[in-house]
């Protein structure tokens, strides 16, 4: 008898870069360690202090399987994806996944990029996301299907990814999808996912 691989994920007392990994977990019901380090907010904690040398890359997430550690949010994301059954059922639904995920990414570096950086960046950011974000709507609000799914008919990382992001995006804009009908029902559809409503209720309260 096999035993279950035990994963181990590492991140900051924060959701942020590790979420996705966690709602994907929760998404498919399977187990792991929640580990989380102290987050420094100003400078880095001296639990992170006393970590990060011994990290792959110097940062988190880290995700540790059967004694390998693995490193960068959505490779760690893609990863439980596949290990889940979440990642799409062929190779065309796994590479439309992994557009919709893409976007996405592209989308938030252009949100991070409006918090970090000197002033004047962080302006220009801010500049920029004004039409970025209504584009990248209106493109998802295409891609999305009637039924609640991005790609094909049932749940994959792909709604995981971007409820994630969406769901941050709305705490502060709560009209966000109010023109987007198919996007709220991607958003409803993981919303209702039993796992996922289990670990939203429980989760830690953190700043983002």
Known sequence: LTMAPKYKLTYFNLRARAETARLLFAAAGVEYEDFRVEFGGGPPSEQWKELKPKTPMGQLPLLEVD???LCQSMSIARFVARETGLDGKTSLEKAQADMIVDAVEETLNKIYATMFGTDESKAQAKKVLETAVPEFLKNMEKLAGPDGHFVGDSLTWADVR????????????AELLENSPNLTKVVDTVKA?????AWIAKRPETPF
Request: glycine share 10%; net charge neutral; proline share 0%.
């Open 162 to 173: 971007f409820f994630d992001l969406a769901s941050e995006m709305m705490a502060k804009h």
């Open 67 to 69: 004694g390998v550690t």
């Open 193 to 197: 996912n039993k796992g996922v409503a």
